[in-house]
């Protein structure tokens, strides 16, 4: 299964923005954003470890946080470090092979989709 949802999101570049901003309704550019994600425990997707998946609109908590390694979107996402889309956030879209690239290594407490 988690093949599948992978080779789904495959070849799609990864971008991040990390800002500072209190939580706000996310709105990616029409079309842009993702209504699902699959954060991985492991870097690349790496089947050795587990993975969850989240969808639906607005602000969602993770219910295993803070142990995400990388993740598969299919479009634009917000990552949050904290629970109800709190704390520190990254704009990405796209797959993330690597989330300490963007200093968010067993960070996401929350994801918000557009």
């Known amino acids: 299964m988690k093949k599948s949802l992978v080779a789904i999101a495959a070849g799609v570049a990864a971008t991040a ?9 996310f709105a990616a550019p029409k ?4 209504g699902s994600v699959i954060l991985f ?3 690349n997707f790496s089947e ?10 607005g ?12 993740l598969s979107a299919n479009g634009a996402i917000k990552i949050w470090s904290g629970a109800n889309c709190t704390g520190r956030s990254a ?3 796209g797959d993330v092979l690597d989330l300490g690239t963007i200093g968010f290594d067993n960070e996401i407490s929350s994801v918000a989709f557009g």
């Open 91 to 93: 704009v990405v879209s």
């Open 59 to 70: 602000c969602q908590n993770v219910f295993r946080d803070d142990i995400a390694s990388s």
């Open 48 to 57: 050795n470890g587990a993975a969850q998946g989240l969808a639906g609109r």
């Open 31 to 34: 079309g842009k954003s993702s």
């Open 41 to 43: 425990d492991d870097k």
């Open 17 to 25: 923005i990390v800002l500072g901003a209190p939580a706000q309704a």
